[in-house]
Structures are given as structure tokens and as C-alpha cells.
């Protein structure tokens, strides 16, 4: 992530002034995730206090053990890493595919194909779920990360086609094709000339389908119906509410919206370096 | 009608009560209709809302429920937000509805009008019959058929600072325009000097409350004229509670416009731990903002003096600083308040009805009920009523109970309640130059709304 | 673009998206297409059979003030935000452009744990910020000496509920769009660049000049997904009216979807909206997708 232009020889007044502002804005930004941080050390007691404590000292992991213990988070934990990471893979795979066939190759119906593909983004989901139900429950898939990844697939797969279609076409395909002559297999010069040049484009599009799956939260509701199959978001909400019917214990509160924050955070900064770049390849070349 | 009762009252209360009476088995109640012997292999689905039943008494259910019928009974625990949206996916699909569920009184007429519950009124006299709570068994029958029954009921009371009162110079009311004057007296006299102290914090949209001010005066949410619901807040009686509303949202209750009835004991309690500026601990402030809170009896346990008990900080409850008095009608008799609780009725697609019933006769037999009684849910059958205990609170739930009503048990109200139109109005009435005319115009948003299935 | 393979080929490729996306959203989009014309309420889910009502879900609908009123709003948060984060999100990434490389990666860092929050942890962070009584927002402003502020509940009146909801959403929305135009700008050749600088181009004309048409592809493409997305914001606003505020004066065309369907019942008249709310979006975003699809051609 390093943009050439931004390093300037001489610092003038102007460049200190900007630098400044870009860490304002960086505090600005980052201030909701220090609170949540720093409420998740407290205790509920001074917590309730009206004037606000700004930094953990004195504070515990007694919210993050309580939190931990959780009957459900460890199961809810493991179901929603499975659903995210089966739809991470699903997605990327099924997108792949069709962001080839739209970027390489002129067909019957590919015109309609990326028209349905920008009216399925459009669609209001708070319609849907009843019927969502109805169809899992008919074919026995309630309760199931595999029907919960099939759904989640199908939300992400439009605008994850979107983002890819721009790399592959960037890829040239006479690149592919030199390395074949050069007595490469299809599979090899794929993975090794092609699926390079792609890989920031797939970083960025996992990182999107990554805090959509993880974050959604309504059709789970809907469809996960047993405790036990409970994903993140359920449970998080599910604790929240049952604090709230007591006396919000906010420590608490905020202890499980930073373990449900911690394995975004940690992916984010595996795949950071490569997805800036990828970011936006896909609009630009495409 | 939400959350309603008590929630760490049961963790003490329930074991307390374990301990004392041991758990007998043999009640003629539970004469069970299917063998032990072809149950084995059966599991059937209760579905519980909220943390209000404790674990003791969850755990008496399905021990007993195996002994009685061989069967397993799971016991699934659902959130009140987010029921209705369980209930409208569930409910209609014979593979996946829970076979017996609680839901709230309020929720009950929308959900057995629309044909959600088996008909159990062959079984009404055998689980308590006249005895049971009237009112929630008229939430539950459609056409004179009875599809759910009381489950426990709650009622609202208040909850005071003796101290602050007793400074401001103000005693416990003995009629509902006593209450109105003595709360605004303290919001006046405002003895400890608190920035935004209220005398009696009343949420703006905190419609569940509020409510008692109609009923007391005789008004009503609405009624039923010639097979049609009409809204009636624009009736004279009702109108009458409303200016005494407004008056105490005027000078009583400094409370947000917004506030529903999440928590008010917050603004009763004396400060957690104020801290200074400088991040240390001072006497000087405190973050106590009320006077008086109307509040289900559960509260209790939320209210005190903050102590430490294994490590973990808890409300100690203190005589001499809070009290309980049951609010005031102006005929002598308690205000009526809203009946709070629950019903509980077998899902019309179940595939185990027989089991089912079974496990009604268990909740409805007099171990039960008891039980439910010693965790301070009031319960079903009036004969029970005794369990609940003879302490201020107990008494005070009874009490303030026995003149307590529901919603409109019109078929469309749900909608309603959905829709938010209380809350709405509501939080119009503080600053409303024309009540009457308020009044008028959410009677005609409302009347359609009552009569929509 | 080739047409090197047989025909058969992209169609195979594009077979799996086509499966996954219509057995996932086949039957319920069907399903919300006839519940439309039909009277469908929570009977009708109990297993009564619904009544044909052929238009006049709709016709009922068009006549509703209310539906109007939400879709105004809708409309005009909609617009605010999306505008609003375009804009923030790209003076942002010229200003990483023009930084020196600590305070960029420290802004970078920023805006990446902004984005990761997930959505349910963010808000309740959010609500207690604004929380009228302990919240951190109107502790600052007595601080800053606006003494009103103490207890000052902000989702109580919708004027605020709204620049609450706003704050909250380009807040959320601000990295993507940030980090997206940085990597837009990263792209600009620093040739053109520096020979701008030499032909005498000052700062702003060479923003105004050079990179803005390079980067207008970028800043189109994401104005276009903040504005389907901020039309269809729904969890944001629900958690928002759970905390506080006065649902029927803040409800956006999502949440008023879900409080017809779910909250009353009427499946039939949430149907038809959803329907109009799609139509909506696709009269919003027209101009930009007949451009888009001219280019498929």
C-alpha cells in the first residue's frame, strides 16, 4: 500500500497541516472501535457513570471471561466461521466463473445475465424471508450452514461477479497463451501467470463477502431456528437483549461486540496489504 | 404486553422453594392420557420467552414431563423482540413448530384469530377452569372456544425514594390526584438539588405505564360496538387521564420523549460509582434522577444499595431508603394497571397434541403453579395465589393485580402494538396544544387498524 | 473480449451463478411477486387460502400518504449519504495521496477497523454514544461549554434521529469508498502527473483535470452502490428505533417493509412495497445503468 507520490523531499507547511488532518480524521474514525475497547476492560459500574473513563486502567478481563462462558458463544463462534468461511469459498468460486464468461467470451443472454445481476442488488430483502422459510423448511434445511451458506452465496454472488469481471479482463489473454507455447500446461500457466494477477481482485471480493456473511443477521434469524445453530450476529443480539431486560450490563455488552469484531479485524489484517490494490481494479479496467 | 416478570427473582426464589417443599409427584392433576411405554422415543418442543421461567423450574418441567410420560420435552428459549417474526415463520409449519409455546397476553387474540392454536377447551375445567385468570383466558378464546390459557401474570407498581419524599415533605398517596400533585411537588422542591430531577420518571412513549392514568379515570384504549372495534381516546374519561398525563409530563417527569419502559430503576438507585473529573470517586454528584418509578415487581431486584456478593455487584434492597405502594384510584380502590404476563397454548399443527396436553396438565397442576408462585410470577390458578408469598413485594403484586386489565382483545391490536401507534401518541401528549383534537386523529389512524385481520 | 471457444463454454460458466442465485431467490421472488396481487395476511399464513385482489395492493399503496412520506425520506437520506461518502470517502483518499506514509497507514489503519465492526457491534457502540444520559457525545458538549446538551436525547426528535442514522452510515460506508478511490488514485500514472506539474498546472487543476476523468470510472461506479445500498438500509435504522425514537416518523422504506410484513401481518400490502421499492431503485439509478449496459454492447 504505498503510493509513490506521497513521499515529498522537502516538508513544507502545507504537507505537516494535511498530515495533521489525516490523523484527526483517523482518530474521528477509529473512536466507536476504541470505546467498544476500552467499555470491554470496565466494569458495569463505572460504566454507569456520568462522566465517561477513558482509558481501561483498572479494569479486567471479567467482561471477556463472562462473555467467553457463554453457554452458546463457542458454538455460535464455530457456526459462523463455518457459514462465512464456506461462503467466502462458494462465492468466490461460482463468481470466478461467471465474471469469466461475461469479461471473455460474447454469448446469447449475456447482456440479461448482468442486468439480473445489478436488479438481484436492487431487491429488498425485508420482503423475502417469509418465503425464504417456507422454501428452506419444505426441503428439510432449517437449522443447516449449508442452506444458510446457499442463501448468503446467492446475496453475495451478484456484486462479487460485479468487482471480479473488471481483473479478468484486465488479465490479458495473450499473456496466458505465450506461456502456453512456452510448453505450459492450461492449469500451470493459469496458476502461474494468471491467478497472480488476479489475486488482489480475489482478496478484495473475499473481504467483501466476508462482512457480508459474517454481519447478516435477518435471514438468520429466520432460518436458524435452534439454539444451538445460532450464528454471531443471533447471539450477539440475543445477549444484548437479555442484558437489556436486566440492567444493561454495558461492559458486557461491549466484551462480546469486540469478540465478534476480533476474527474481522484479524483477517482484515492477513489480506490488508493486498486488498487496497484490489479494491477498485475491477471498476477501473473494466 | 413484554417482559413482564422476574428474572433474577427466580434464580433465589426457585432454589429457596426447591429446598423447601420437596417436589412432590403424585398431584391429581397429571392424569396422563398416553401409555409411558410408546413415548419413549418422542421428543416434543416448548418454546419459553425471555429468562422469566428459572432454570429450577425448567428443569422440574422436563424431569417430570420424562417421569409422567416417557417423553422428551425440549425447551427452547425465544427473545420478545423478536418472537412474533419466530411465531409468523413457525407456527404454520407442521415440521418445525414448537408444540406448546408461551407467548405474550397482548399477542394472543392476533394469534388465535388467526387459527395458530388447537382448541382446548375440553380440557379447561381439568386445568383450573373458573379459577384460572380471567382475563387472559378471554385473550385466548375465539367464538367461545379456548385456544390458550394464562401462563403467569404480573402487574405494575411503584417503587419510591422514602428519603427524597420524606425531604420534600410529601407522603404515600391515598388517591390518584394525591399521586399527580405529590410528584409534582418533589419535581418542584427538588430536595437534593439534581440537575433534571424527576418526581415521577414517566418515558414519553412509555404507553404501558401511562396507560393507568385512562383506566383510572374510567376511560379506555377501545371497545367493541355493534361486532366492530372502535378506538376511544377521545372519550371524555379517557381525555380526563390524558390532561393528568400531560400535566405530569409537564412538571413531574423530566424523562426523554423517547423512553419506553426499558429500566427505570436506573434513575432510582444512588449513583454505581460517581466519579469526579479526574476519573476518582467523589460523594458529591450522584446519578440518582428520580423520585418514583412504576416499574413490574421484578424490579426489586434490580433496586437497592450497590453491595458486593461473590465478587460480583449486586442491589442490595434497603427499607429505609426505598419503598413499594401500589398506585391509587380515586374510588379507594388500587388504579387499575396492565395486567402483565403471559398465555400458553398448543400449536394447531403440532404432530404430538396428546403429548402436548400432557405437558399443560403438568404446567397447570398445583406443584406448578406453586412453583411458579415462589418465583414471583403470579400465578395462573387464583388458588395458588398464596405461594407468591406475604412480603411487600408479593403483597404489593397482588394487589395492585386484582384490578389490573389487558389491551383491547380486538383482533387487529397486535397490528397496532406492531405499528407503534401508542408509542406514537404517546410521546404527542406533552406538548399537544389540543388534546382532544390529538385524541381524534389517532382514533381514526387506530379504529381501521383494530378491525384488520 | 473473444469469442476464442465454443458457445457452450460461457454458458457453463455462468451456469452455477444462475443455479445458486434461483434456487436461493427463485421462489421467494415469485413468492412476493403473486403475494402482491393477492390479500395475504397472517391467516392466510395459517393456511387459509388468500383472496385474488389483483391490483389493489397497489392502488390501496399509491393512495397511502404515508407510503409517500416514506419514500420521500428514503429518498433524501438516501441521496445525503451517498453523496455525503462519496465526497468524504475521496477527499480522504487525495488526502492519503498527499500525506507523508505514517500518518497515511495510521489513517489506512483507521478506516480498516471502522469497516471491519461488524454491524451489530457498531450500532451498539453507536447508541451509547448518543445515549441521552451517559453517552460520551453530550458529556462533550457540556464540556465545550453547550451546557442544553446535558441529557439532551437525540433520538427522540426524527430531525436528529436522522443526522444520528446519517453520522452512523457514512461512518460505516467511508472506508470502502476511501480505500476504493486510494486504489483508483494509486493507478493514475505519475508521468502524467508530473508532467501537469511542468505545463504549470497548480494543485487543484491537476485534480480537476488529470486524475478526476482517470478516476471518474471509480467514483461512478461507487456513488452508484452507496446509492442502492443506502436505499435499501434497513438494519442500521431498526436497531436505532429499538434504542429510541418514534418508529412511525422514522421508519426508511426498509424498516416499513418489515413493519408491514413481520411487525402487522400484511404480507400482501409488504409484497407490493417491495415490489415499488425495487422499481424505485431501478428509476433512481436508470441513467447510470443504461450507460452501463450501453457499454455491454
Not at chain 1, 505537516?16 to 467498544?36: D, Q, S, T
Not at chain 1, 450490563?249 to 461486540?257: E, H, K, L, T, Y
Not at chain 2, 404486553?1 to 432454589?15: I, Q
Not at chain 3, 477527499?91 to 495521496?97: D, G, P, R, S
Request: with cysteine; net charge neutral; proline share 5%.
Amino acid at each position: 500500500m504505498t503510493g509513490p507520490s506521497a513521499t515529498r523531499r522537502r516538508p513544507r507547511p502545507a504537507s505537516v497541516a494535511l498530515g495533521a488532518l489525516a490523523i484527526v480524521l483517523a482518530l474521528v474514525w477509529a473512536f466507536p472501535v476504541y470505546w467498544m475497547l476500552n467499555s470491554a476492560f470496565l466494569p458495569n459500574v463505572v460504566l454507569q457513570s456520568t462522566s465517561p473513563t477513558f482509558l481501561p486502567f483498572g479494569g479486567s478481563l471479567d467482561n471477556l471471561r463472562h462473555v467467553v462462558t457463554d453457554d452458546h458463544f463457542t458454538s455460535a463462534l464455530l457456526i459462523s466461521l463455518a457459514v462465512t468461511l464456506l461462503t467466502v469459498v462458494a462465492a468466490l468460486f461460482i463468481a470466478f466463473l461467471g465474471a469469466l464468461a461475461v469479461s471473455r467470451f460474447r454469448f446469447r443472454g449475456r447482456k440479461s445475465f448482468v442486468l439480473a445481476l445489478l436488479l438481484i442488488q436492487m431487491l429488498p430483502a425485508e420482503g423475502l424471508f417469509i418465503a425464504q422459510y417456507k422454501m428452506m423448511s419444505t426441503v428439510g434445511m432449517l437449522n443447516s450452514v449449508v442452506g444458510l451458506t446457499v442463501l448468503y452465496t446467492a446475496a453475495v454472488v451478484p456484486f462479487t461477479v460485479w468487482m471480479l469481471r473488471g481483473f479478468v479482463a484486465g488479465v490479458p489473454v495473450d499473456l496466458e497463451e505465450a506461456a502456453m507455447v512456452d510448453g505450459l500446461s492450461r492449469t500451470q500457466a493459469f496458476l502461474r501467470i494468471t491467478f497472480p494477477l488476479l489475486a488482489p481482485g480475489l482478496v478484495a471480493s473475499a473481504v467483501y463477502v466476508f462482512l457480508q456473511a459474517w454481519n447478516e443477521f435477518t435471514i438468520a434469524l429466520v432460518i436458524m431456528t435452534d439454539e444451538q445453530s445460532r450464528t454471531l450476529p443471533l447471539w450477539l443480539r440475543g445477549f444484548i437483549q437479555a442484558s437489556a431486560s436486566r440492567e444493561t450490563d454495558w461492559g458486557q455488552v461491549m466484551a462480546a461486540s469486540t469478540l465478534v469484531a476480533v476474527p474481522v479485524i484479524v483477517f482484515f489484517l492477513i489480506v490488508q496489504g493486498r486488498m487496497s490494490s484490489g479494491l477498485v481494479g475491477g471498476a477501473v479496467k473494466g | 404486553m413484554k417482559r413482564t416478570l422476574a428474572v433474577a427473582a427466580g434464580l433465589t426464589a426457585g432454589t429457596i422453594l426447591l429446598a423447601a417443599c420437596n417436589s412432590g409427584s403424585d398431584s391429581a392433576a397429571t392424569s396422563s392420557t398416553s401409555g409411558t411405554a410408546d413415548n419413549a422415543g418422542k421428543t416434543i418442543t416448548l418454546w419459553l420467552v425471555g429468562s422469566d421461567t428459572p432454570d429450577a423450574l425448567r428443569t422440574y418441567l422436563t424431569d417430570t414431563f420424562h417421569a409422567k410420560t416417557g417423553a422428551t420435552l425440549k425447551i427452547e428459549e425465544q427473545t420478545w423482540p423478536d418472537l412474533v417474526t419466530k411465531l409468523t415463520t413457525a407456527l404454520p409449519d407442521a415440521n418445525n413448530t414448537p408444540d406448546v409455546t408461551e407467548l405474550g397476553n397482548t399477542q394472543s387474540p392476533t394469534f388465535t384469530n388467526a387459527g395458530a392454536f388447537l382448541d382446548i377447551s375440553d380440557m379447561y375445567d381439568e386445568l383450573g377452569g373458573s379459577n384460572l385468570l380471567q382475563s387472559f383466558v378471554d385473550a385466548g378464546t375465539v367464538d367461545g372456544k379456548k385456544y390458550t390459557l394464562p401462563y403467569y401474570f404480573g402487574s405494575r407498581y411503584m417503587f419510591y425514594r422514602k428519603d427524597v419524599w420524606q425531604k420534600a415533605g410529601v407522603s404515600v398517596p391515598t388517591t390518584l390526584e394525591e399521586f399527580n400533585a405529590d410528584v409534582k411537588t418533589i419535581a418542584e422542591k427538588n430536595p437534593n438539588d439534581i440537575k433534571g430531577f424527576s418526581g415521577f420518571f414517566l418515558g414519553g412513549q412509555d404507553w404501558r405505564n401511562g396507560v393507568s392514568w385512562i383506566f383510572a379515570n374510567g376511560g379506555d384504549l377501545a371497545k367493541k360496538e355493534d361486532g366492530k372495534w372502535v378506538s376511544t381516546l377521545s372519550d371524555p374519561n379517557t381525555l380526563k387521564g390524558l390532561a393528568q398525563l400531560q400535566d405530569i409530563y409537564r412538571y413531574a417527569s423530566k424523562a426523554p420523549g423517547d423512553a419506553k419502559d426499558q429500566s427505570p430503576w436506573l434513575y432510582l438507585n444512588d449513583s454505581d460509582v460517581v466519579l469526579d473529573d479526574n476519573g476518582k470517586p467523589t460523594k458529591q454528584k450522584t446519578s440518582m434522577n428520580a423520585a418514583t418509578i412504576m416499574a413490574p415487581g421484578w424490579a426489586h431486584w434490580s433496586i437497592g444499595d450497590l453491595t458486593t456478593k461473590d465478587g460480583k455487584d449486586v442491589r442490595a434492597w434497603n427499607d429505609k431508603k426505598f419503598g413499594t405502594f401500589v398506585l391509587p384510584g380515586n374510588d379507594g380502590k388500587p388504579a387499575p394497571v396492565f395486567a402483565g404476563g403471559s398465555n400458553i397454548g398448543i400449536s394447531a399443527k403440532s404432530k404430538n397434541p396428546a403429548l402436548a396436553k400432557d405437558l399443560l396438565r403438568i404446567i397447570f397442576s398445583a406443584d406448578y403453579q406453586k412453583k411458579l408462585g415462589g418465583a414471583g410470577l403470579g400465578p395462573a390458578n387464583k388458588e395458588y395465589v398464596d405461594s407468591l408469598g406475604t412480603d411487600q413485594f408479593a403483597k404489593a403484586l397482588i394487589e395492585s393485580s386484582a384490578n389490573s386489565k389487558l389491551t383491547p382483545a380486538a383482533p387487529g391490536w397486535a397490528g397496532v402494538e406492531a405499528a407503534g401507534v401508542m408509542e406514537e401518541f404517546f410521546g404527542k401528549i406533552k406538548d399537544a396544544k389540543d388534546l382532544a383534537a390529538l385524541a381524534k386523529q389517532y382514533d381514526d389512524k387506530i379504529t381501521p387498524m383494530l378491525n384488520q385481520s | 473480449m473473444s469469442t476464442r471457444r465454443g458457445s457452450r463454454l460461457p454458458l457453463l460458466l455462468i451456469a452455477p451463478s444462475v443455479v445458486v442465485l434461483v434456487a436461493a431467490l427463485g421462489y421467494p421472488v415469485a413468492w412476493q411477486v403473486r403475494t402482491s396481487f393477492q390479500h395475504f395476511g397472517l391467516r392466510q399464513q395459517f393456511g387459509q387460502p388468500p383472496d385474488w385482489v389483483g391490483l389493489d395492493n397497489y392502488r390501496a399503496l399509491l393512495r397511502d400518504p404515508q407510503l409517500w412520506t416514506v419514500v420521500v425520506r428514503s429518498i433524501a437520506f438516501c441521496i445525503v449519504c451517498a453523496f455525503a461518502t462519496v465526497a468524504i470517502g475521496g477527499a480522504i483518499a487525495v488526502l492519503m495521496k498527499r500525506v507523508a506514509a505514517v500518518p497515511r497507514v495510521i489513517l489506512q489503519v483507521a478506516l480498516l477497523l471502522a469497516w471491519a465492526m461488524p454491524v451489530v457491534a457498531a450500532m451498539t457502540v453507536w447508541v451509547w454514544i448518543v445515549d441521552w444520559r451517559r453517552g460520551i457525545l453530550n458529556w462533550l458538549l457540556v464540556k465545550v461549554g453547550i451546557d442544553g446538551a446535558a441529557g439532551h436525547n437525540w433520538l427522540a426528535e426524527p430531525a436528529s434521529f436522522f443526522a444520528v442514522a446519517a453520522v452512523i452510515v457514512v461512518w460505516m460506508s467511508v472506508p470502502f469508498v476511501a480505500l476504493s478511490v486510494y486504489a483508483g488514485l494509486t493507478q493514475v500514472p505519475q508521468e502524467v502527473l508530473e508532467a501537469a506539474e511542468l505545463d504549470g498546472a497548480s494543485g487543484l487543476q491537476r485534480l480537476r483535470f488529470v486524475v478526476m476523468p482517470l478516476i471518474a470510472p471509480v467514483l461512478s461506479i461507487v456513488l452508484l452502490l452507496q446509492i442502492i445500498w443506502d436505499l435499501r438500509v434497513f438494519t442500521q435504522i431498526k436497531l436505532l428505533q429499538d434504542a429510541g425514537g418514534v418508529v412511525n416518523e422514522t421508519n426508511l422504506l426498509g424498516t416499513y417493509i418489515y413493519q408491514l410484513g413481520t411487525g402487522r401481518g400484511d404480507f400482501g400490502t409488504a409484497s407490493a412495497v417491495s415490489i415499488f421499492m425495487l422499481v424505485l431503485t431501478v428509476v433512481l439509478s436508470w441513467y447510470y445503468v443504461r450507460s452501463l449496459m450501453k457499454e455491454e454492447s
